[in-house]
């Protein structure tokens, strides 16, 4: 077991006090770390702040060469890496790749965008100026990340904060932080400029409000619920900020009679039961034809059944545990609840029986769900299936946008010009049409109540980047106005 130092200012220091991290697998110590009191959070804002001078003038082919660097030291690091993740989370092993790849994705991608960056000429009617509009870093930022992706979070804030040329300041969550430590130790190997990087953790409350009160972030990053984004914008309105953040979602997923019943059951499952659930994008009401329902709820529980839980090295694990007992209560409150109105329990509901100990929730599916049920309304954040039926189209249309959350939605159908419709009508960040792709190159964002601004993909630098308009009389018109 390894005691984990803060990152501030270029070098690795000790905290005001030690945190003990917990496997929510095992209820053991899995890591200690230093945690950050307000004085220092103050001396990591103080230094990024001093950096930022320097690193937002730093062409952009050397930051792309210390981006480089890092992405480097991460691969020669990745069992050390993954295991941060597999012991703070009791994610599968197998899981853990998705993690560390979106690290050395995001630092590469962003080094590569930023290069190609070029100002834009923009056209003058009457033929008197010249204009360009060039992009220049906002400022510092702070960013809070969730605990559900410890490094795929922290990926899709660095990237783009260090392409722009923009120092940050990062608050992993006190649940996950092994891996943003372990991060931070690599800047500091690799030497990475003083200033440029801070990892800082430690309570939500004292170190979260402490950045976002601070005037010295132009702009703040967040991971996280709805509710802790508005905490958050207050917090952060003793000056004029950016912000942009992922917020909580409450995906439908529209499966029609004539779609691939195969391939809606496959994904609705692999989305629901990896990473237990606790995914903003996870299927979170499937809405299903009454004249498919059947056949569609018996593929669920078919897959379901078969989702293996547990926790070790075994690429075999297809379910970890939920994250503490905070959660587990929640989701076992949600589940008994929606029995209790009417639905109907095919699967799970408890804990596994062969996992008497940790956070485990066996994989569940409730039938005959209706919107008025609390499962319903409220994200879950877990494993389970809720599965509700649709007369018709306009019906599945008003019940899929009866939400204030808007990240995502998913089509299941045969009908392109039905997809097409749904699409356009769906109010939310991203569609997904008989299937699901992620990658660093798409752009994955929110609307109503699931958040602003971009992760991912060329959007995302606009997020770090300001526009500033220079324009220029022509000479032989020195005196047009």
Request: with cysteine; glycine share 8%.
């Amino acid at each position: 077991m390894q005691s984990k130092q803060l990152y501030i200012n270029g070098q690795l220091v000790k905290g005001a006090h030690s945190e003990e991290i917990v496997s929510p697998a095992t209820g053991e110590v899995v890591g200690v770390i230093e945690a950050a009191n307000v004085a220092q959070v103050e001396i990591a804002l103080e230094a990024a702040k001093a950096a930022f001078p320097v690193w937002s003038k730093t062409p952009a082919r050397e930051r792309a060469e210390w981006m480089h660097k890092l992405a480097a030291a991460a691969k020669e690091n990745e069992e050390q890496l993954r295991l941060c993740v597999h012991h703070e989370m009791g994610k599968p092993w197998a899981a853990t790749a998705d993690d560390f790849q979106m690290l050395v994705d995001s630092l590469e991608f962003y080094a590569k965008e930023i290069v190609s960056l070029e100002d834009e000429v923009l056209e003058d009617a009457e033929g008197t100026h010249s204009h360009i509009l060039v992009r220049e870093p906002v400022g510092v930022v702070g960013a809070f990340l969730a605990w559900n992706f410890p490094l795929l979070n922290l990926a899709y804030k660095l990237g783009p904060a260090l392409a722009a040329g923009c120092p940050i300041v990062v608050k992993p969550s006190v649940k996950t932080p092994l891996s943003a430590y372990a991060v931070g130790a690599l800047c500091a190997e690799i030497g990475l400029p003083a200033g440029v990087v801070n990892i800082v953790c430690g309570s939500d409350r004292d170190i979260g409000d402490t950045i976002s009160a601070s005037r010295i972030p132009a702009m703040l990053t967040l991971i996280g619920s709805t509710a802790t984004g508005q905490h958050v914008i207050r917090t952060g309105a003793t000056s004029i900020k950016r912000y942009s953040m992922e917020l909580g979602g409450n995906a439908p997923v529209l499966v029609f009679a004539d779609a691939d019943l195969d391939r809606a059951a496959d994904t609705i499952c692999a989305l629901k039961f990896g990473n237990s659930g606790q995914i903003c994008v996870a299927p979170n009401r499937v809405l299903a034809d009454k004249a498919i329902v059947e056949e569609l709820t018996s593929k669920i529980v078919e897959r379901t059944s078969a989702v293996k839980v547990g926790y070790d090295r075994n690429d075999d694990i297809d379910m970890g545990p939920l994250m503490d007992a905070a959660s587990w209560a929640r989701v076992d409150r949600e589940v008994q609840g929606a029995v209790q109105s009417g639905a109907e329990l095919l699967l799970g509901g408890k804990r596994p029986d062969a996992l008497p100990s940790g956070y485990f929730y066996a994989p569940t599916v409730l039938a005959n769900v209706t919107p008025d049920m609390s499962v319903v309304k409220n994200e879950i954040f877990g494993p389970v299936v809720s599965i509700m039926t649709f007369e018709d189209e306009a019906q599945a249309l008003d019940l899929a946008n009866d939400t204030d959350a808007g990240l995502t939605a998913y089509i299941f159908t045969s009908d392109e010009a039905r997809a097409s419709r749904l699409a356009r009508e769906l109010r939310f960040g991203e569609i997904q049409v008989n299937g699901v792709k992620y990658a660093i190159n798409l752009p994955h964002g929110g609307i109503k109540q699931s958040g602003i601004g971009v992760d991912c993909s060329h959007l995302a630098l606009d997020d770090y980047l300001s526009y500033k308009r220079i324009s220029r009389a022509l000479p032989q018109l020195e005196t047009a106005r």
